[in-house]
């Protein structure tokens, strides 16, 4: 019974830890590349179990689309707040500066590294990114 009783625990955690070690893969981002991105603040989403800043980045080429959205991921909140960040840092219609690793696929997203506001301040630290 002893025996039955620690195959079942050992079954049990391991199925609930697997998930958390493949929700923070970061095999989507291209760490090899940085892209820096100067756009408006659409939303600053600060929520479990990342933050994400959606970005509208105006178009650099003649003829494409006016602007293109870009998904950032950050790191969980606490983290992001231990790097000087708060809830209200950006509001929507800010002007900003960010640095990502890119999507592997080339859609509008990446891993954030740092950040600017229009004036060039830093905001917060760099390296908070949700997947390093």
Known sequence: MKKSFAVIAASTALAITLPAFGHHSGAMFDTTK???LA???REFQWSSPHCWIQLLVPASTPGASLTTEWSIEMAAPLQVQMGGWKHGTLKPGDKIKVVVHPMRDGTAGGNFISATDSSGRALGQTQTGGTQ
């Open 34 to 36: 940085t892209v820096t």
């Open 39 to 41: 756009g408006t603040v």
